[in-house]
């Protein structure tokens, strides 16, 4: 996991006038593709609360602790799946299919008024905007997505949006990089873009595997967990205020 400490000015202008110039990136960035619940928006604690609420209705317990750790970068399906099999409880798919909805509800009515998006998010959505295409892949439903970043006014800067319903494994599972990558390729009238020119923003250790499996860099920002259980993605930041396009740059250089 490298260290990003010193990046010369001479060698930031210097890549920017390559890029520019030649229409390329160096290390070959091409697309950029953000986690949302824990990377974007700051709503991981409203979504403990509400698994928390609807599994206690079912005489379920969870703790913070064992959120954190067991079950934080599942999807809404894979986390209700799991609390049931952990603590030794049956769930048929007509009411996993009630608990999501139950919990999607819930989560309507909290963020509504809650909308909290993490430092450095707008800026660095709206710079990296300029130079690549930017997607969502995300456990969260795609309705949850889609209010928040309208809300938010960054819609208009994701060309591709990957959500809960659109796959069949969710995280740590490849499946949802490789079918947001091949949404940005479906609009990409050049070069396809290939897995090793994606960086991945991710907060969670099943995003950092998931990434990998896809075949694709991972950047995480320890904003959930602490950094040193970060350590398999291929950088780790405290905060996306951190993360400027030269960082980037040596990344992908490397």
Not at 227 to 235: G, H, I, T, V
Request: glycine share 8%; charged share 25%.
């Amino acid at each position: 996991m490298p260290a990003f400490a010193g990046m010369t000015m001479r060698k930031s202008r210097f890549c920017e006038r390559l890029g520019t110039q030649a229409g390329y990136w160096p290390g070959m960035l091409r697309a950029v593709i953000f986690d949302f619940n824990g990377v974007i928006v700051n709503d991981e604690p409203i979504h403990f609360e509400l698994f928390r609420r609807v599994l206690r209705e079912q005489g379920l317990h969870l703790t913070e602790k064992d959120y954190y750790a067991r079950y934080l970068g599942m999807d809404d399906r894979g986390c209700f799946s799991a609390a049931f099999r952990d603590q030794g409880k049956e769930l048929s798919e007509e009411r996993l299919a009630a608990l999501v909805e139950r919990k999607a509800d819930y989560y309507r009515r909290e963020i509504r008024d809650k909308i909290s998006l993490f430092p450095g998010v707008q800026g660095l959505v709206s710079e990296l905007a300029e130079k690549f295409p930017l997607a969502i892949a995300s456990g969260a439903l795609r309705h949850e997505i889609e209010l928040i970043l309208s809300t938010a006014g960054l819609r208009r800067f994701f060309s591709a949006i990957v959500s809960a319903e659109d796959v069949i494994e969710g995280k740590p599972a490849p499946e949802i990089f490789l079918k947001t990558l091949a949404r940005l390729n479906s609009g990409n009238t050049g070069r396809p873009i290939a897995p090793a020119e994606c960086l991945v923003i991710e907060d969670s250790k099943e995003g950092i595997r998931g990434a990998a499996g896809a075949g694709m860099k991972c950047l995480a920002v320890a904003n959930s967990h602490p950094a040193e259980q970060l350590k398999d993605a291929d950088a780790v930041v405290q905060s996306l205020e951190k993360v400027d396009l030269p960082l980037l740059y040596r990344l992908f250089s490397q």
